[in-house]
Nanobody, 122 residues
Framework: QVELEESGGGLVQPGGSLRLSCAASGSIYSLYAMGWYRQAPGKQRELVARIIKGGNTNYADSVKGRFTISRTNAKTTVYLQMNSLKPEDTAVYYC????????????????WGKGILVNVSS
């Protein structure tokens, strides 16, 4: 069983910073990518940032230059450094791990964290 545990959310004033963490635990043989998605009230879930196996990253246009995704050498913990936060960044942020393989003879599947609230408000 693979689990994703998110931490680091909370209330922050506009212009402030937060760092989200997501740790994947369980018997992980390999995974393809980890990333952060967010869902604001009344809106669809959207990609915020993603880092793939080889280290390439991609970001939503709305967060480029403000957010940075990184990971540990073991590639099973991912961070999202969020700077210059805006009220429109308020959302529940979800961690996702793509194509997690627990055994070399078993196809990988995707896992989601439970989500963590980021509230940007004065």
């Amino acid at each position: 069983q693979v689990e994703l545990e998110e931490s680091g959310g909370g209330l922050v004033q506009p212009g402030g910073s937060l760092r989200l963490s997501c740790a994947a635990s369980g018997s992980i043989y390999s995974l393809y990518a980890m990333g952060w998605y967010r869902q604001a009230p009344g809106k669809q879930r959207e990609l915020v940032a993603r880092i793939i196996k080889g280290g390439n990253t991609n970001y939503a246009d709305s967060v480029k230059g403000r957010f940075t995704i990184s990971r540990t050498n073991a590639k099973t913990t991912v961070y999202l450094q969020m700077n210059s936060l805006k009220p429109e960044d308020t959302a529940v942020y979800y961690c996702k791990a793509d194509q997690v393989v627990v055994h070399p003879l078993v196809d990988g599947i995707d896992y989601w964290g439970k989500g963590i609230l980021v509230n940007v408000s004065s």
